[in-house]
């Protein structure tokens, strides 16, 4: 059983920057992609960021791109989300969530975060 644990999530003005934090524990994460989703209200949820573990090859939503960027600590088994740009419409709650030799999508992972918030003001 993978655990993920978030921490990072917070308030800030438009323009910011936050930085999310994953940390797997409980089994090798060598075959997995993990990433991060977010759901704002009255929303779907979304695919926002995603990296393969193994590798590092990197995948974004295009309303990031060029904002976020998603990496890894392989010693300390933990994934990052670098938030700059921050807009209002990135407010959400964000889950970090991991997939067992597949993409990361919105709802079908294997496992999911706690979730944290992220509220950006105007």
């Known amino acids: 059983q993978v655990q993920l644990v978030e921490s990072g999530g917070g308030l800030v003005q438009a323009g910011g920057s936050l930085r999310l934090s994953c940390k797997g524990s409980g089994r090798t994460l060598s075959s997995y992609t993990m990433g991060w989703l977010r759901q704002a209200p009255g929303k779907e949820r979304e695919f926002v960021a995603a990296?393969?573990?193994?590798?590092?090859?990197?995948y974004y939503a295009d309303s990031v791109k060029g904002r976020f960027t998603i990496s890894r600590d392989n010693a300390k088994t933990t994934v990052y989300l670098q938030m700059n740009s921050l807009k209002p419409e990135d407010t959400a709650v964000y889950y970090c969530a991991a997939q067992y030799q597949k993409l990361i999508s919105p709802y079908e992972n294997d496992y999911w975060g706690q979730g944290t918030q992220v509220t950006v003001s105007s």
């Open positions: 990296i393969r573990w193994s590798g590092g090859s990197t």
